[in-house]
């Protein structure tokens, strides 16, 4: 019986090897960026979308305009554009901007030299909102 014991533990000592397989081991990334699969890709990106917990809400909206929607905006700014040259005009005349304070309806506008240059403080009387230009020398 002895014997018997050891024959079968010979036998699977080096019988075992004979059905073993083995390969050899290589990693492959899966991210494009560290030289992946390229179409990996949009799966790598859609799962890191419908992942996000976080809503982008920055207020613009990136909807294309109609063509006529388009144009009136062109048109609005144009005009803004030319009846602000024509108040700074009637204002300043065609010289130099002077120094001190003016008024156009609701907007107060500081306009004082600095060592940087230039500086123009524009206040909204209406909605109390402020803002700073500096036109360097």
């Known amino acids: 019986m002895n014997w018997l014991k050891r024959l079968i533990s010979l036998?699977?000592?080096f019988g075992a090897p004979l059905f073993m397989a083995g390969q050899e081991?290589?990693?492959e990334p899966v991210n494009p960026a560290f030289g992946g699969d390229t179409f990996n890709y949009q799966w790598l990106l859609s799962s890191a979308e419908a992942q996000n917990i976080h809503e982008e809400d920055?207020?613009?909206s990136f909807d294309e305009q109609s063509e006529i929607d388009s144009f009136s905006e062109s048109l609005n700014r144009q005009l803004l554009n030319?009846?602000?040259s024509?108040?700074?005009r009637e204002q300043f005349g065609e010289g130099e901007?002077?120094?001190g304070t003016y008024m156009f309806g609701s907007l107060v506008l500081e306009i004082s030299p600095s060592t940087e240059g230039l500086l123009i403080n524009i206040l909204d009387t209406q909605t109390g909102d402020q803002t700073q230009i500096i036109i360097p020398n």
């Open 11 to 13: 036998l699977f000592l």
């Open 97 to 99: 901007i002077q120094p």
């Open 82 to 84: 030319k009846i602000s």
């Open 86 to 88: 024509d108040l700074f």
């Open 58 to 60: 920055n207020g613009f």
């Open 25 to 27: 081991l290589v990693y």
